[in-house]
């Protein structure tokens, strides 16, 4: 056809109505006998928030299930015309969920935990690849090196800090168990990360916490030790920072440990 539209052109006033409504490609779709442009619009409209529903439901199997279909659905949806997906790839679509519950539902504070915490799950699932330190390294320190060594973390490490007891119902739902209800909890940090191809998980001590935060902040090991004798006696801070340490290197948390 002669004067048929770019593609392009095309495709980007398309994807301008399944995004925002906009109805300027109306007067470029053909109606039928069956249906006029805009209810064949509409087929295409819903079933691309439908799509987008599929991927929250994929990305917050326990939300699902601890709500129900019906609010999830609606959930969903506020959702979709609250944060328009922005990204090629749907995998990041469902970014701000939580987010998005603690506005809209303020009073669901621990529904919100619930949605951060599975979305941590899943970056730490999809976290690039990284070498991990072997246990034999501690044995090769030079001991006036441990003062400026700095600890890097696997890429997969992620550290959440809930107000409920939101692991508990992953750990139902794993475990093919009742959830239990959720609610509120006094503020725990919480340790995530990716051993074996599995996603693992475990409540911090606030010791062990300001020591990763540490870590995380760049700070080199003698550092971190100073930040620890706010809580341990100075003559146990290095043996315990030490253990610390051997722990996070079992757990296949440490990627490599650099000298200045």
């Known amino acids: 056809m002669k004067n048929a539209p770019l593609l392009a052109p095309l495709q980007q006033r398309l994807q301008a109505h399944l995004l925002a409504g906009d109805a300027d490609i109306e007067a470029l779709i053909v109606a039928d006998d069956i249906a006029d442009a805009s209810a064949r619009l509409d087929v295409y409209a819903q079933a691309y928030r439908l799509r987008l529903l599929d991927v929250l439901r994929s990305d917050y199997p326990v939300l699902l299930a601890r709500i129900g279909a ?49 979305w941590s799950q899943g970056e730490v699932f999809d976290a690039p690849d990284a070498p991990v330190l072997k246990l034999e390294a501690m044995a090769y ?75 995380r902040a760049d700070l080199g090991f003698g550092d971190i030790c100073e930040r620890l004798c706010e809580w341990i006696a100075p003559e146990q801070v290095a043996i315990t920072a030490a253990g610390m340490l051997k722990r996070w290197i079992s757990d296949e948390l440490i990627s490599e440990l650099e000298f200045n």
Not at 74 to 85: F, K, M, V
């Open 70 to 118: 019906a609010k999830f659905a609606a959930l969903g949806r506020s959702y979709i015309d609250a944060h328009p997906s922005d990204t090629p790839s749907v995998r990041w679509f469902g970014r701000h969920l939580a987010e998005h519950l603690r506005i809209a539902q303020p009073s669901q504070r621990a529904l919100a935990d619930l949605a951060a915490f599975e």
């Open 141 to 215: 320190i030079a001991a006036e090196a441990w003062g400026e060594m700095r600890v890097i973390l696997h890429p997969a490490v992620r550290l959440l800090t809930l107000a409920s007891n939101a692991p508990a119902l992953v750990s139902a739902q794993i475990k093919a168990k009742p959830l239990p209800r959720i609610k509120t909890a006094a503020p725990q940090t919480w340790l995530l990360w990716r051993r074996d191809y599995l996603i693992h998980w475990r409540a911090l001590g606030v010791e062990e916490c300001a020591a990763l935060e540490a870590v």
